[in-house]
C-alpha cells in the first residue's frame, strides 16, 4: 500500500495499473504496473498485493484498483519490478521490508477495479489488524511465561521473588493483559469467519454486529499493541539487570518486534481518526456500544451508557477538543470490547477483575488480592 508521499494517505498514492485491453477492468483481467512502494513486507515473497491507479490522479482512493502481482512471469522470468533496498528495521528483521520499483509488472485485477480501496479495507486491513492483534496477544502472553517462571526461581534475601506482593502484582498485570488481548481478538475473529460465510451465501451480520466489528477491529488492533507493550517492558522489569540482556531472554526482540506492531496497519493516531470518521459519518458508534451492552448484561449497562453520551457529546465538539479527548475513551472502548470476550468464561474471572483497573481505580481489599494471587503460576 505505502508509497513515499501517501503512507497513510492511500488517497495520494500515485503508482499507475495500465489495462492490457478493454476486458482488463473485469475481475482477474491483465495490467501490467509501474510505480514505487516505500514499504513492502516480504519483499521475498512469490506474490506481492498490491494497489496501484487506474484513474485519473486526484480522484483519492476510489480510483485505486487491487492487484496481484506474482514474482515471476508464466514463462518463468522475474516479472518487471527489482527490490531498491530493504530497510533496517528496528524490529521484525527475520521479515524482510523493502522499498520496491514496479517497471512494467505484470498483474491480475483482485476484483472490480473499482473497488480496489473497498475490498483492500474489508479483506486486506481488517484480516491484518486481527492478525496483528493476535500477535500483540502472544508477546504478551511470552512474556508472562518467562517472568512467572524466572521469578519462581529468582532469589532475593532467602525468599523466591514471586512471593513479593509488587512482583506477584506485576506478574498478574501481564497476566491479564495477555487474557485480555487474547479474549477480545478471538470475540473478533469469531466475527469475520462469520463475515466470510456471509460472503458465500451463509447468514448475515446485523446491522448492530457490524457496526460493532467496524468500530472494535480497529481499536482492539491499537489497544492490544499497547498492553502488550507495557506486558514486555514488565516482563523486562521482573527479569532486573538480566532483563536487558540480549543473550539472556528473547524479551528485548519482543519489544523491539511490538513497536513494529504498533506501527503495522495503521499507528494509533490513524486508527483513532479512523474510528471518530466512521462514527461521525456512519453512526456506528450506537451499534457498538448496543452490541457491548447485550454482551455485558445489566451490570455494565449504565457505564456504557454513560460512555456512549460522552463519545456522543465529544463527536459535536470542535475537531481539537473531539479528537484529543477521544484518547482516553477509545483506549477504555477496546478494555470494554476485551470484557466482553471474557464474560462467557467463568474461568477468566481473576483475569477480567485485573482488566477493569484500565476503566478505574481498582479497590485495593481482599478481593483484589485473591485475583492477583489466582493469576500467579
Known amino acids: 500500500l505505502t508509497e513515499v508521499q501517501g503512507g497513510s494517505d492511500v488517497g495520494a498514492n500515485a ?50 484498483g487491487l492487484f496481484l502481482v506474482p ?56 484480516t491484518s489488524r486481527l492478525f496483528n492483534a493476535a500477535g500483540c496477544a502472544a508477546h504478551a502472553h511470552r512474556a508472562w511465561v518467562i517472568a512467572s517462571t524466572y521469578a519462581r526461581r529468582r532469589t532475593a534475601f532467602e525468599r523466591p521473588i514471586a512471593e513479593y506482593p509488587l512482583v506477584a502484582e506485576t506478574l498478574a ?11 477480545g481478538t478471538l ?12 460472503r458465500n451465501g451463509g447468514p448475515a451480520l446485523s446491522d448492530q454486529q457490524s457496526a460493532f466489528f467496524r468500530v472494535a477491529v480497529n481499536l482492539n488492533k491499537l489497544q492490544t499493541s499497547v498492553l502488550a507493550h507495557d506486558a514486555v517492558n514488565r516482563g523486562i522489569e521482573v527479569l532486573g539487570g538480566n532483563g536487558a ?8 526482540r519482543l519489544l523491539r518486534d511490538n513497536v513494529v506492531y504498533e506501527n503495522w496497519e495503521g499507528s494509533h493516531n490513524v486508527l483513532r481518526a479512523q474510528v471518530l470518521r466512521d462514527c461521525a459519518r456512519l453512526g456506528v458508534h450506537r451499534g457498538f ?20 453520551a460522552h463519545l456522543t457529546e465529544l463527536l459535536t465538539q470542535p475537531e481539537a477538543l473531539r479528537d484529543v479527548g477521544f484518547r482516553r475513551l477509545g483506549a477504555r472502548m477496546a478494555i470494554w470490547v476485551m470484557l466482553a470476550g471474557m464474560k462467557p468464561v467463568p474461568a477468566l474471572d481473576a483475569a477480567r477483575t485485573l482488566t477493569e483497573r484500565h476503566l478505574a481505580q481498582p479497590v485495593l481489599d481482599e478481593d483484589y488480592l485473591a485475583a492477583v494471587n489466582a493469576l500467579q503460576r
Open 15 to 64: 503508482m499507475r495499473a495500465v489495462p492490457k485491453d478493454e476486458t482488463s477492468t473485469d475481475p482477474g483481467g491483465e495490467w501490467t504496473l509501474s510505480g514505487e512502494k516505500w514499504f513492502c513486507s516480504n519483499a521475498d515473497a512469490d506474490v506481492f498485493l498490491v494497489t496501484a491507479r487506474v484513474a485519473d490522479p486526484g480522484t483519492g482512493t476510489a480510483g485505486l
Open 173 to 183: 498485570w501481564i497476566r491479564a493483559d495477555a487474557v485480555a488481548a487474547l479474549a
Open 71 to 126: 514474482r515471476r512471469r508464466t514463462d518463468g522470468s522475474i516479472n518487471g519490478f527489482r527490490i531498491r533496498r530493504l530497510k533496517s528495521k528496528l524490529g521484525t528483521r527475520s521479515m524482510a521490508s523493502g522499498e520496491i520499483d514496479f517497471q512494467g509488472a505484470q498483474a491480475t485485477a483482485l476484483g472490480p477495479v473499482n473497488r480496489g480501496f473497498v475490498n483492500t479495507m474489508d479483506l486486506v486491513i481488517n
Open 289 to 308: 456500544f448496543a452490541e457491548l451492552r447485550q454482551r455485558l448484561g445489566p451490570r455494565w449497562a449504565e457505564s456504557l451508557t454513560a460512555e456512549e
Open 187 to 198: 470475540l473478533l475473529a469469531e466475527l469475520a469467519e462469520r463475515i466470510d460465510d456471509q
Open 245 to 252: 540482556i540480549e543473550s539472556f531472554s528473547i524479551l528485548p
